[in-house]
């Protein structure tokens, strides 16, 4: 069995919200009822991008199109509720899902904890799967349902089969991802950071490498890299354990790269 977090492609479009802070859409949803509670809420395009089946809502909230609905809902009618949303030109839907399980394997995961012992985040997120339902196709897990959405491999079968486009299903948690693959995954991963550093030439500072990615280069340092999309618009990477780049538009640089020393890499397809 797999599962995957529910990852917005970066080709996919961007909404926000009127700013209503007494409708339900600006609370927590943590896998509690909101239908009956609910009335469409107003949205709108902040960027428009290719992809519109999986717009993203800027405070991580599903969003999905008519189309997405009518292919998914048969199957995930006992796990969500569909939400109606207002939009100037399309019929859109924010997901709430109400299916949250008890399932991290805490043994194998690798936490992160705030200074009173509580939890912070995960370093490493690894699912027991014995605790999630065959039938499953969209969850939570409840140490984090505010802000996590996963869907399992039924449900990217679902999609695929729709030819509907505008999620990323990168992010994978294997059942069979044993400990031992997970140290050739570890190795790898190091082998790959290695040969990058080997292959770097010239060094320059972080101001020079936004300078040459402005003019449409590529840089990198360690793990990190920078460049533009097609339509000018900057992105950062992170190489992942999977030795593709997670890619982020942010909204301001971490300090800590700021004093890192960059070099001109081939540039990424995203």
């Known amino acids: 069995m797999k599962a995957y977090g529910w990852n917005n492609h970066i080709k996919s479009m961007v909404l926000i919200s009127d700013r209503d802070k007494t409708h339900p859409i600006t609370s927590r949803f943590d896998g509690t009822p909101k239908l009956d509670l609910w009335s469409p809420a107003k949205v709108k395009t902040a960027t428009k991008n290719s992809y519109k089946d999986f717009p993203v809502f800027l405070t991580s909230k599903p969003v999905i199109s008519a189309r997405v609905k009518e292919a998914i809902e048969p199957f995930v009618k006992d796990e969500v509720e569909f939400l109606p949303l207002i939009h100037e030109e399309l019929d859109l839907y924010m997901v709430n899902v109400t299916k949250v399980l008890d399932c991290v394997d805490w043994k194998r995961s690798d936490i992160q904890t705030f200074k009173d012992g509580s939890l ?93 990615v402005d003019r449409g280069q590529a840089v990198a340092s360690g793990k990190w890299k920078m460049q533009l999309d097609e339509k000018g618009r900057f992105w950062l990477g992170n190489l992942n354990l999977e030795l593709k780049y997670s890619w982020i538009m942010p909204i301001y640089m971490p300090p800590v790269l700021l004093g890192y020393r960059w070099h001109e890499v081939e540039k990424s397809e995203m």
């Not at 605790?131 to 140490?143: C, N, Q, V």
């Not at 729709?162 to 991802?177: A, I, R």
Request: net charge negative; aromatic share 16%; charged share 40%.
């Open 120 to 212: 912070a985040g995960f370093n490493k997120l690894v699912f027991d799967f014995e605790k999630i339902p065959e039938d499953t196709y969209i969850f939570k897990f409840k140490e984090r349902a505010t802000t996590l959405v996963f869907v399992t491999e039924a449900f990217k079968d679902l999609i695929e089969s729709h030819k509907l486009k505008g999620l990323d299903f990168s992010e994978v948690y294997d059942s069979e991802f044993t400990e031992e693959k997970e140290l050739e995954q570890k190795r790898n991963y190091e082998l790959a950071l290695a040969e990058i550093e080997r292959n770097k030439g010239e060094e320059f500072s972080y101001e020079e490498a936004r300078e040459r």
